[in-house]
């Protein structure tokens, strides 16, 4: 199982961008996909997930108004939008699978860093 993240970079506060995560490997169909984000000298935070088949979403708190997951089936992709980027968002972003007999999410992207500037 291969799970690519891109699409980070350095951006302005108020920018927005598109997190992609590609999923090779395997059949994703009854996986839950989540993205997380650690910044510097923090823990690691769950910020959203979305079940593959059914599309049902779950966001964090933090995360609720401004971050939206998606996935693109044909593309076995999953994206995480964020609007009116704020200097706190700045911090890598990994996304991560896991099946549905898994309770922790098992296997791991390697991360993209997105940098907010204000």
């Known amino acids: 199982v291969q799970l690519q993240a891109s699409g980070g970079g350095p951006v302005q506060a108020g920018d927005s961008l598109r997190l992609s995560c590609a999923a090779s490997g395997r059949t994703f169909r009854t996986y839950n996909m989540g993205w997380f984000r650690q910044a510097a000298g923090k823990e690691r935070e769950f910020v959203a997930s979305?079940?593959?088949?059914?599309?049902?979403?779950s966001y964090a708190d933090s995360a609720k108004g401004r971050f939206t997951i998606s996935r693109d089936k044909a593309e076995n992709t999953v994206y995480l939008q964020i609007n009116s980027l704020k200097p706190e968002d700045t911090a890598v972003y990994y996304c991560?699978?896991?099946?549905?007999?898994?309770?922790?999410?098992?296997?791991w992207g390697q991360g993209t860093q997105v940098t907010v500037s204000s």
């Open positions: 991560a699978a896991k099946g549905p007999g898994q309770s922790q999410y098992f296997y």
């Open positions: 979305i079940y593959w088949n059914t599309g049902i979403t």
